[in-house]
């Protein structure tokens, strides 16, 4: 039974240009969250998705950033012209349904030259 | 907004030492949860904690919820270099749509 499966696992982008970040669920899990772990910090909360709907995303930026998880296919975390402070490593993780606990992929490392 | 609480952010020991670290969460939590990341990987699920005063253990390593469901801890025995990691918290609140709340972690090293 494959884990969270998460790529690219490393990602670099210049200045300006668009990231995206995509992250298949274990099998079985309908719910998928995305969390970005700056240098030496904390896993900060972005999102909260079902599929097809958007539940919670009060930590993602107000701005260049989005989410979806379509019926079909893999969530996509979609980060439009970056900057250097996007550099992070962004976590998905899954769980089967709400108050589970939650899986982690293993992170993708985005990297803004 | 919801916090957890886990300070210091690090801590060095010697091998064979105990290590206990807190964690503390501004709200009554629904259930805390607790992580172990290691340098360069992604966190992995060790233990949730439900019940009010709930202990639980595997291995060397005891985990407790407290009374009030709003701080917990993690104690390891007799350290060995294979704890070295991140642990982190999340707290889980009732009604938050189950989004976890994670604390900065604590990174422990271990000298052998």
């Known amino acids: 039974n494959a884990g969270v499966m998460q790529n690219p696992r490393h990602l670099v982008r210049r200045r300006g240009q668009e990231a995206r970040l995509r992250c298949s669920p274990m099998?079985?899990?309908?719910?998928v969250y995305w969390y970005r772990q700056l240098p030496e910090e904390g896993l900060k909360f972005m999102v909260y998705?079902?599929?097809?709907?958007?539940?919670?995303e009060s930590g993602m930026p107000k701005e260049r950033f989005s989410a979806e998880f379509p019926k079909e296919g893999p969530s996509i975390l979609r980060i439009q012209q970056v900057v250097r402070g996007d550099s992070a490593a962004y976590f998905c993780a899954s769980s089967p349904t709400s108050g589970n606990t939650i899986y982690f992929g293993e992170g993708s490392w985005l990297t803004v030259v | 907004g919801q916090q957890v609480m886990q300070i210091p952010q690090y801590q060095h020991v010697q091998e064979g030492e105990d290590f206990t670290t807190y964690c503390n969460s501004s709200?009554?939590?629904?259930?805390i949860q607790w992580y172990k990341q290691r340098p360069g990987g992604h966190p992995v699920f060790l233990i949730q904690l439900v019940k009010s005063g709930e202990v639980k253990k595997q291995k060397r390593l005891t985990f407790q919820f407290g009374e009030a469901k709003k701080n917990s801890s993690l104690h390891i025995t007799a350290t060995q270099t294979t704890d070295v990691g991140t642990y982190f918290c999340a707290g889980e609140v009732t009604g938050a749509n189950s989004k976890l709340t994670f604390g900065k972690g604590i990174t422990l090293s271990v000298r052998p």
């Open positions: 998705l079902q599929k097809e709907n958007i539940i919670d």
């Open positions: 099998k079985g899990h309908s719910h």
């Open positions: 709200t009554t939590l629904s259930n």
